[in-house]
């Protein structure tokens, strides 16, 4: 049985990798992937922590944060596709007509 | 019964929203008037029913509203609001017939401030539960600053700024206090009730000291600015000179700081840790007012802002007076509110009607004015007379009974205020000798006196003043009724 | 007789041995593809009555050695346009997702004293989902290959790839969801074993047709190979692959085909099942349903290698309108079918 | 399981289904009848919801409570959804989009109405997300107009990184609890008290939150969004999707980590002080009508986080009552931007700036009854007697000096009086300031919208006995830890 | 059974899987080191440009393709996640205490997706060229 420290301690490294790349990426697209990932991470937590626990919320969770991983993933694609088609860029650096 | 309070509390309002409907002048006028003269009416009937030998309050009306949080709609009034809401009904039918014939932009949202001024005034006077008086209290601020800052002078947006962020800020301070009030005694009684007369009463049994003075003085905080009294008192004389003369008579009107301080803090007071402390506080302010009014009224060149700073001066005897807890001094207190109520408004009015007539206010360049307007001048000399305390009319009788009532506890506070009374003479006969006496100044081109309506109503309020300067009694036996008891309570407990 | 159950329950679970197993099964899987080549070269050539590879051996049969020995000694070549690691490491995952989709693949199963015995290099609860999710990293593979190279005509074969996969992977989903359904399990052995009396394909003939079509496009065979069209694309996705490089897609593609192939005997055509009165006897018992299993695997195979030569290309458009407009509510339609059947109490 | 009781979710969703493909076999010019058919089945699900008030019960295996705290939220989100519609009829007009736009709206404020009521964090989640969903496609609603899309993509990535966030959160309460259900967290949280797994998931629960309360410093989209998004939309998002917000972190810190107070209060406090200053502060300074509302949102949302800090049932009532009529008071003032924003497109269609302050130059004259409310809803957001916003305040303020929290108290009071300021300015450009503009025939669903919310705000500002009752049972429920 | 290592046991299941695995990682590298060794190497520049059909390749071929499909995507990742759902509800279709409302709840599910469908085709989402 591989202890679920490790399975902790790899999700937390890919959302680490996943927060990083969000802040530090300007690609829409890339700045999708890092959302993704840290999804991702979340679920992994949830369905080692699922198989600690020897109980299947987790995973049922881990299923349901998929699906809304996805839906999120569609929603975030038709926005850039809109603005890649305003803009015919998807760098968020040209994405400045109200100030922060 | 018919519910008396709440019909000269809401009339007036119901009338400030018909005005705002009315197309022209004359409607609003007309509306403007007969909502006011109702209002009088009803005050007369309520004055002539009113038992003045009761400390009570009286024409009570209780309504639950929001239970859960202890809110009612209580009204009331007592001694020391009668006069005052006598002051406001008497005064404003006359202020509207004063402006009956100005020409002025929008007249409906004009007539409709006034109004609305009238009903949230007399609202805190009536108010006899907290929430309803801090909501009174505040809706107060509402058409006075519009009154400021829409038919107001050259400065009137910082003016009006300013009056409302320092009384704003005041009242949220003692909303802080009515809060801290409020959960003190939940905690001690385990029902909430925010009605004013419960909460004084309670005020006492609440066990730590500091808190109860933390209360007192956050309280006291709020009315203070409201009176105004020195050193929060920088808003006052922007705010009346810039505002129209309706406006500085409303703002004269404005009796609620004052009647705060006799309604609320006066019977608190015994009961903080520290009266005496509180008394010094009060007394200081108030006498630091007088004089230092005085002074600045001395150094004014516009005679309107002359004015403003008389009344901060004038309204130092009414917290001295507090101050001073002997009935005879806390009498001549609220009887100085109510004759500095009356003297003040034709005091505004005859300075609008300068500024009118001649374009400016500026003492030095006008002069001669009594030639070609006598009617304005008998009266201005009078309410001039009656302002630095001349006997025989209302402003002696007051300032006198809060001098010689103080004296015995507070002397050295007394003889700062009495100094003051030989530069209050000083200014008051300077300014009218350059303005209105003299050699007329060929300047000011051709000017005619104040017709039929200026001079109705600011005879009848001149008139007056003579009558209470004469016979006092009709206003001052209730007032003396409040505050013997008042003071027969700081006696129990040894203040 | 207890005892003997016990050893063979302990080389059965034992998984080290399962690995070796896999290993073999590994092996033949790529002697079958090897075969399959030479099958469909000899078939193709048979529909258009030409004799196919004739020279080397007899039948041509040694043609596979002699293409091997090509494969092994021609130079690699990376284009200089090319991104080194992602070219170098394409292959190796097209080959991983086939490896892996064939760990959980049943071979057959041997069957003693009623019991059977799934030859397999391992079993799992959830094994068509992984079979599912493992196929569908060739995908990736696909266009790793084709990004890499950084040629136009192998972007646009991998575009087309997965404009024709995101058509057919859910009317795929839904078949393998109402054969789930019917069978009550997602272990494919068990579904396999759930036809002992009928087979899936007599329950839901809609689902099947919609999944056998829906498993050619999976596969990329004729009509639905749009991504390596020769005709347009050159070799398609894998145009700048030589030598062995090339030897792996290709495999890949053929070792797809088999296991698509015998998903479809899985799922739909019965599995190893026989009737009990041939499997009683223990020596049929190990050997007949493997071979019957294979057998019917063989003709699917035969199948589809026939259709290549009956239908004409489709285009992508019409792939992706196929899939879309027609594959998924028939999909739907027979997931209802099958609710249908399951709340009237046919199975 | 009486299914009786989801009979107003079920009524959104039949209704959104049902505008969707109605609208899809209608022609654009004829789709208006889709804000119509919306907005009565908001209001059936608001009769529903309010006919069944007061019954209690447990769905689907324990994961979704009807209680009064749900039903309560429910209502506020039901009633911001009925602004939403009713406003959005005028919105859409012409619009070949407008399905979409209900629909989205519909799904939008069931996924709030199901965080409301959620007893699970996964139904939280789940229902969180949804609604999330439907609005980052709203915000993005106007395809051709850039700042649409950009206030869409700021909401989508920030609103994406809190989900992400608080997903981790849960899944650290869930391998420290073992559990998802809001109860036996609150029941098994010794786990999380003596193990640093608890802190670090208060740490992502707040941050994720945070963003979608927009707290400062998680502040930096709303904004942009609410400045960019339609008004309509901005209506939904301040005064509805701020509240879901609201109503989990209640939720997820009140009931399920109570155990965990000492770590959370004191964050709570310095956000809610931060956020409040800073909200006013930057308000101050704007020219763009709709993000001085965004900034006085940011406010808004600092004083209802004071609720977390005090903690007593007082406080709790006066910030679930905070909830009740700040969705009345700032879906009213979105909305008469967006009726401003209509006039101003219907005289110049290319204005770049149809939310400016200038634009609202005697609007007095010239919308008489949309300057009226205006009037109301910012009054009222500053706290001006009679109405809803003093009537919370006072509840929310009076709760918080009770507890002996006097600085912060005074610091809300201040920021209060700050306020004014900005609030003050927008009376003075709608009244005082002349203007050349024409007097123009008001949008009438516009004037619908707003006449409702303004009757909303008064109402509970005079009449507040009820809904201040009604207030503290919900946070009855908050206190008891659920069921 | 001591000693033996039970295979029903779900993570010794993927024993094999890593066994397999390792071999597929490790085959296809191996494999092209003794091609290296066997096969021909000529350096020539013109084998180690793109192949365009004979002609010199212009420019990159990683550009932005203007991709018709991307709707079919979105479309796809949604549907396909569906399926998703579908999956656990497979094994409890059948004697399982909770299989009424679970046919009930899936079948509104495929029911709402269906909506989505149309909802697709009738915005012409699902055509390849506008």
């Known amino acids: 049985m591989i202890p679920v420290v490790l399975y902790l301690a790899v999700a937390a490294i890919i959302f680490s990798i996943g927060l990083y790349g969000l802040m530090t990426q300007r690609s829409g697209i890339r700045i999708l992937m890092c959302v993704e990932l840290m999804l991702n991470a979340a679920n992994l937590n949830l369905v080692a922590f699922s198989s600690y626990h020897d109980d299947l919320t987790g995973q049922v969770f881990a299923l349901f944060s998929i699906a809304l991983a996805a839906c999120e993933a569609a929603i975030g694609f038709a926005i850039l596709m809109a603005l890649y088609r305003m803009k015919d860029t998807i760098s968020l650096d040209n994405i400045n007509v109200l100030r922060w | 019964m018919m519910p008396i309070l709440s019909m000269i509390v809401l009339i007036p309002l119901i009338f400030a929203a018909l005005a705002l409907f009315t197309k022209t002048k004359e409607q609003a006028r007309v509306i403007a008037l007969a909502g006011t003269v109702i209002v009088l009416l009803l005050t007369v009937y309520m004055y002539f029913n009113f038992d003045s030998t009761i400390a009570d309050n009286q024409f009570e009306e209780l309504a639950q509203w929001v239970p859960s949080l202890g809110i009612t709609y209580h009204l009331g009034v007592d001694g020391i609001a009668m006069p005052l809401i006598l002051l406001n009904a008497i005064v404003l039918p006359f202020l509207v017939l004063f402006t009956w014939n100005d020409d002025r932009k929008s007249p409906n949202k004009f007539y409709a401030c006034i109004l609305a001024t009238e009903g949230a005034v007399i609202g805190v006077f009536t108010a006899l539960d907290f929430f309803l008086f801090y909501i009174f209290w505040e809706l107060t601020l509402v058409p006075l600053f519009f009154m400021v800052s829409i038919w107001g002078g050259p400065n009137k947006h910082k003016a009006a700024i300013k009056f409302f962020i320092y009384t704003h800020v005041a009242s949220l301070v003692m909303l802080l206090g009515i809060f801290g009030l409020y959960f003190a005694a939940w905690d001690m009684t385990g029902t909430p009730t925010l009605d004013i007369p419960t909460l004084i009463s309670q005020f006492q049994f609440i066990e730590s000291g500091a808190a109860k003075d933390m209360i007192f003085l956050a309280l006291l905080f ?62 200081a302010l108030g006498s630091v007012s007088v004089l230092y009014g005085a002074f600045l009224a001395l150094s004014q060149k516009d005679l309107k802002r002359m004015v403003a700073y008389s009344s901060v001066s004038h ?29 003040m408004s034709v005091m505004f009015m005859s300075c609008g009607i300068i500024k009118n007539t001649t374009g400016t206010r500026i003492i030095n360049d006008l002069g001669g004015l009594a030639q070609k307007m006598p009617k304005l001048a008998v009266i201005m000399v009078m309410t001039f007379m009656a302002s630095l305390g001349l006997p025989g009319l209302s402003g002696f009788i007051a300032e006198v009974s809060v001098l010689a009532g103080s004296f015995g506890n507070l002397p050295s506070y007394v003889l700062i205020a009495v100094s003051a009374i030989v530069i209050t003479a000083a200014y008051h006969l300077w300014a009218l000798q350059r303005a209105m006496f003299g ?48 003071v027969s309570l700081m006696a129990a407990m040894g203040v | 007789m207890i005892m003997m159950s016990m050893d063979i329950e302990a080389i059965i679970y034992n998984p080290l041995l399962r690995g070796i197993l896999g290993l073999c099964i590994m092996g033949a899987v790529f002697g079958g593809a090897c075969v399959a080549v030479w099958f469909e070269r ?45 070219f170098v490491s394409a292959p190796i995952l097209l080959m991983g997702s086939v490896f892996l989709m064939l760990v959980a693949m049943p071979f057959g199963a041997i069957i003693v004293d009623g019991q059977s015995y799934v030859i397999a290099a391992t079993e799992m609860d959830i094994s068509i989902l992984y079979i599912e999710a493992m196929s569908a990293i060739s995908i990736i593979g696909i266009f790793m290959v084709a990004y890499s190279a950084n040629n136009k005509f192998s972007v646009l074969g991998a575009f087309r790839n997965f404009a024709r996969m995101i058509g057919y992977e859910v009317p795929l989903g839904i078949c393998i969801v109402s054969v789930a359904i019917m069978a009550g399990s997602l272990n494919i052995v068990e579904i396999a074993e759930a036809q002992s009396p009928l087979w899936f394909i007599i329950m839901q003939p809609l689902g099947a047709i919609v999944f056998f079509i829906a498993l050619m496009a999976d596969m990329g065979r004729l009509p639905f190979d749009q991504n390596e069209s020769e005709e347009e694309l050159i070799a398609g996705w894998m145009t700048e692959y030589t030598s062995m490089r090339f030897g792996y897609c290709f495999f890949a593609e053929y070792i797809h085909l088999i296991l698509g192939s015998m998903l479809v005997v899985l799922l739909f055509l019965g599995g190893w099942n026989l009737p009990a009165f041939l499997t009683d006897i223990t020596i049929l018992g190990i050997i007949l349903p493997t071979a019957f299993f294979l057998l019917k695997v063989a003709l699917v195979i035969l199948f589809i290698i026939m259709i290549r030569w009956a239908v004409p290309r489709y285009r992508i458009d019409q792939v992706v309108d196929l899939s879309w407009k027609k594959l998924l509510p028939l999909s739907l339609l027979n997931l209802g079918w099958v609710i249908g059947l399951g709340l009237l109490g046919v199975y | ?36 058919l919306a907005s009565l089945g908001v209001l059936v699900a608001l009769g529903l919801t309010i006919s069944s008030l007061g019954t209690e019960a447990l ?137 640093p797994i608890g802190l670090v998931s208060v740490v992502l629960l707040l941050a994720g939150f945070g963003f979608k309360i927009a707290l400062v410093p998680f502040h930096m989209w709303a904004p942009d969004t609410y400045q960019g998004s339609p008004s309509v939309v901005s209506a939904l998002l301040a005064a509805g999707s701020k509240k879901m917000g609201i109503v989990a972190a209640l939720k997820v810190f009140v009931v399920a980590l109570i155990a965990l107070k000492a770590d959370w209060q004191i964050a709570f406090a310095i956000l809610a002080v931060i956020t409040m200053t800073y909200g006013n502060v930057v308000a101050l300074r704007q020219t763009s009508v709709k993000r001085m509302l965004a900034y006085s949102s940011l406010a808004q949302a600092g004083y209802i986080t004071m609720a977390f800090v005090v903690l007593t049932p007082l406080a709790l009532g006066g910030g679930i009552f905070y909830a009740l009529s700040h969705g009345f008071m700032k879906a009213g003032a979105f909305i008469a931007t967006a009726a401003v924003t209509y006039m101003v497109l219907s005289e110049n269609k290319d204005s770049a700036d149809p939310d400016h302050i200038e634009n609202f130059r005697g609007l007095g004259k010239r919308m008489p009854i949309t300057a009226l409310c205006m009037t109301i809803f910012v009054f009222a957001l500053a706290g001006i007697p009679l109405t809803a916003g003093f009537m919370s305040k006072f509840v929310l303020f009076s709760s918080t000096i009770e507890a002996g929290f006097v600085w912060l108290a005074v610091i809300a009071i201040l920021n209060s009086a700050i306020s004014l300021g900005y609030y003050a300015k927008i009376v003075k450009y709608m009244y005082f300031l002349p203007t050349d503009g024409e007097k123009i025939s008001e949008p009438f669903p516009y004037t619908i919208a707003l006449i409702i919310a303004a009757i909303g705000v008064l109402a509970i500002g005079f009449w507040s006995q009820p809904f201040v009752h009604w207030a503290m049972e919900a946070a009855s429920v908050l206190l008891t830890g659920g069921m | 059974m001591s000693g033996i290592i039970d295979i029903s046991n779900i993570a010794n299941s993927y024993i094999p899987v890593a066994i397999i695995l390792i071999v597929a990682l490790v085959m296809p590298p191996m494999t092209m080191l003794i091609i290296k060794l066997l096969s021909p190497r000529s350096k020539s520049s013109a084998k180690y440009t793109t192949y365009e059909a004979g002609s010199l390749p212009i420019g990159n071929a990683r550009i932005q393709f203007n991709v018709e499909y991307y709707l079919y995507a979105i479309a796809f990742v949604l549907f396909d996640i569906e399926v998703l759902f579908l999956y656990p509800w497979t094994t409890i279709f059948k004697g399982h205490d909770i299989t009424g409302v679970a046919t009930v709840e899936m079948l509104i599910f495929i029911f709402v997706v269906l909506f989505g469908y149309v909802y697709l085709i009738k915005k012409e989402a699902l055509k390849w060229m506008k």
Do not use: C
Not at chain 2, 230 to 244: G, I, R, V
Not at chain 3, 45 to 69: E, K, S, T
Not at chain 4, 17 to 34: H, M, N, R, Y
Not at chain 4, 62 to 77: G, P, W, Y
């Open chain 4, 1 to 36: 399981m009486d299914m009786m009781l989801l009979a107003p979710e079920i009524t959104m969703a039949v209704t959104g289904l049902a505008v969707l493909l109605i609208g899809l076999f209608l022609p654009t010019d004829s789709k208006k009848i889709l804000g119509y």
């Open chain 2, 439 to 486: 050699v007329y100044n060929e300047k000011l081109g051709t000017v005619v006196d104040i017709d039929t309506f200026q001079t109705v109503s600011m005879g009848v309020i001149a008139i007056l003043v003579l009558y209470f300067g004469l016979n006092p009694s009709p206003v001052l036996d209730m007032m003396l009724t409040n505050s013997d008891n008042i």
């Open chain 2, 222 to 283: 709020g009315f203070i600015v409201k009176i105004p009294s020195f050193p929060f008192h920088s808003w006052q004389p922007d705010a009346y000179t810039e505002a129209p003369t309706a406006g500085s008579v409303l703002f004269v009107m404005l009796k609620i700081g004052g009647y705060g301080l006799f309604k609320v803090m006066l019977p608190m007071l015994p009961f903080t840790a520290s009266p005496n402390l509180m008394i010094t506080i009060m007394a």
């Open chain 4, 59 to 195: 769905l689907f295996y324990n994961t979704v409570s009807i209680d009064a705290l749900s039903q309560f939220f429910k209502i506020v989100f039901l009633v911001v959804a009925l602004l939403f519609s009713i406003a959005g009829i005028k919105y859409t007009e012409g619009h070949s989009h407008t399905e979409e736009f209900f629909t989205l709206g519909l799904f939008g404020t069931i996924g709030m109405m199901f965080v409301a009521s959620a007893n699970d964090l996964m139904v939280l989640f789940v229902a969180f997300e949804l609604a999330s969903l439907a609005t980052y496609a709203l915000a993005g609603f106007e395809k051709k107009n850039i700042k649409s899309l950009e206030a869409a993509m700021k909401y989508f990535i920030i609103g994406s990184l809190s989900a992400a966030l608080m997903l981790l959160g849960i899944s650290y309460v869930y391998g420290a609890t073992g559990t998802t259900s809001i109860p036996e967290i609150a029941a098994n949280s010794a786990v999380l008290v003596s193990s």
């Open chain 2, 315 to 343: 309204m130092g005897y009414v917290t001295l007076g507090a101050a001073g807890l002997v009935s005879l001094s806390v009498s001549g207190a609220m009887f100085q509110q109510f004759s500095h109520g009356l003297i």
């Open chain 3, 42 to 86: 000899k078939l193709s050539a048979d529909v258009q009555q030409r004799y196919g590879p004739m020279r080397v051996g007899p039948h041509g049969l040694l043609q596979l050695v002699a293409d091997a020995i090509k494969l092994f000694t021609k130079e690699d070549i990376i284009p200089k346009n090319a991104d080194k690691l992602l």
